[in-house]
């Protein structure tokens, strides 16, 4: 903030600038996220051997942006016994949700908006009030199926919450920092220093552990953005739509790209917290290259390892049946939560008797 | 900067307090509840104690908030009812009213004459200096009050939990350890004779 006061000479300056930044980053966030819904659908379509959304522009590339005017054009329909204050504010909330959590999501080397110190405990808290658009949107609706779908929302995000946080514990452990651009600087230096698989002499005895996590936190995210299979507040065979059943037209496109964000979003929280974020699998010199160039560079791999946790998302959409509603708590409670707090103990125990972390 | 944002956040924080107990409808209170939750963690975050601020908004926001939520939505409330026994509080609630605040004062003015206010002594953070006493001179009560919530859940499952003979219960361990030969049989159907 220091920085920008004096780059944009003043406060008002500093400011301005502040509020660049962050338009700059929602509109490639937005813009990205149309085409990562149309790579969602392709994938979803290829597995079924059917071509997908292929007429509007080359390839079907604008068919978000053709969707976009569509949901913008329609009607707002209103149900008559709706509390409409609190129905048109939780898509509202949604969204505004999903896109604050990017606040501090470092994309680049020095390339983060907001970087604080408690950032990864932001994310978590920020992530955890993801809940409320669709309890609030399904109990606002006055309908039977939206109100269902909101209550199986709530108990399953807070359920897969817990996990999800011991998994970010286990992390924090090891690197010794709550802030994301430590946690990535720490596993710099090549693929095998990364969370998911390190394999350095000193830590190779966690390999597994974290491993586990990483795949416990793949999951619980799948969960927590309610995915198939845990898409049981929308589970459209049983509930209709869910939550969203009584929306229309734009407060349904605020939904829909809201949950969008929110899976971005997990994909990038999965690419800091365990793949090394924007360093590269091998790594390359970048001594005598200009800053911006090492800038770009790292965005670039950052958002190939979003992507590619976007495309495992989609295959999990096309190919996994959904779960049953109490297979769905079993698996939180009874197998995540105590995999996770085991991995808790044993990371906690490695750093404390095994390796010191620098610095305590 | 800082006393304006200050301003604008108490502001928020004593009206959504305000609406939490004027507010007709009780979904509503807790919404207006969430809102004073969040809006006090902006104000921690203002005096430095960022960690606290997350995990007020992580626990009381993401977890505690959402069960009200979840309660209150489920109630099938009648409003003249619930407006009929305010008298009966009234002494109650007042007296409970005037302890805490009298507790808010003693604290602030304490503040007021100890002079500033250290959102982290003797540490880099706020999470290290929280961390430093939690687990050294108070890690006796610390873990007390893990115990205690410990035994508040066990005696919440025990409270709920009835085993009700004639209930059908699923054996997820037979379910899962199902194999396809136990569950499908092939038959070869002549025509026009079923099995």
Redesign the interface.
Known sequence: MEYLFKLGGG?WGGIGLAVLQILGLVVVLLVSIAFLLLMDRKVWAAVQLRKGPNVVGPFGLFQSFADLFKFVLKEIVIPAGA?KT?FLLAPILTLTLALVGWAVIPVAPGWVIAN???GI??L???S??G??GI??GG?ASNSKYP?LG??RS??QM?SY?VSI?FVIVTVLLLVGS?NLTDIVNAQAGGIWHWNAFLLTPDKIALFPVMFAMFVVFFISALAETNRPPFDLPEAESELVAGYQVEYSSTPYLLFMIGEYVNIVLMCAMLTILFFGGWHMPIPIPTTGMPDWLVSLGGLLVFAVKVTFFFFLFAMVKAIVPRYRY??LM?LGWKIFLPTSLVAVVLVSAYVVFVRPVAGT | ?QLIAFYILSAIVVLSALFVISAR?P??SV?WL?CAFFTSAGLLVLIGA??LA??L??VY???VA??F??VV??LDIDFAELKQGFTDYLVLGGIIAAALLAEIIIVASAVVSGGTFNPSPGAQ???DALSKVLYTDYLLLFQLAGVVLLIAMMGAIVLTLRSRPNVKR?N?ARQTGRKRKDAVELKDVRPGQGI
């Open positions: 406060m509390n609190v604080l110190n408690v405990l932001y978590f808290a920020i955890s009030l809940v409320y309890i609030m109990w109100f909101g209550l709530a108990a807070v919450e946080g709550l109490d297979q079993r | 900067m409808n979904v509503h919404l969430i960022e960690f997350m995990l908004v992580v926001v993401g977890a959402v069960l939520l979840f939505m489920m953070t706020n999470a699923q997820i």
